[in-house]
């Protein structure tokens, strides 16, 4: 399996980016997702999961900001992030949601600064 991330960059406070990731080598749409995020020192941390079936759930960290969502057609992921803070500076990657997970991609670098 192959977890392609983008969509990252540098943003000011209160700002927007959308992030993407296409997966490939296995049958995506029977899978249930997550966004995850490391920040320098810090362990990995789930943001936000969605089933199979299009159910999502939010860390409170970014719950009412971030929406995850899914397009099975092209077995990509997204992550629109609103409201954006400094303390969501971080490499953000996809996989899926359980505690057998894929190799990690490099993941997508999200800098929040002004």
């Known amino acids: 399996v192959q977890l392609q991330a983008s969509g990252g960059g540098l943003v000011q406070p209160g700002g927007s980016l959308r992030l993407s990731c296409k997966v490939s080598?296995?049958?995506?749409?029977?899978?249930?997702m997550g966004w995850y995020r490391q920040a320098p020192g810090n362990e990995r941390e789930l943001v936000a999961r969605?089933?199979?079936?299009?159910?999502?759930i939010y860390s409170d960290s970014v719950k009412g900001r971030f929406t995850i969502s899914r397009d099975n057609v092209w077995r990509t992921l997204y992550l629109q992030m609103n409201g954006l803070k400094p303390e969501d500076t971080a490499v953000y990657y996809c996989?899926?949601?359980?505690?057998?997970?894929?190799?990690w991609g490099l993941g997508t670098q999200v800098t929040v600064s002004s």
């Open positions: 996989n899926r949601f359980t505690s057998a997970l894929w190799t």
């Open positions: 080598g296995t049958n995506f749409r029977i899978h249930d």
């Open positions: 969605i089933s199979h079936d299009g159910g999502t």
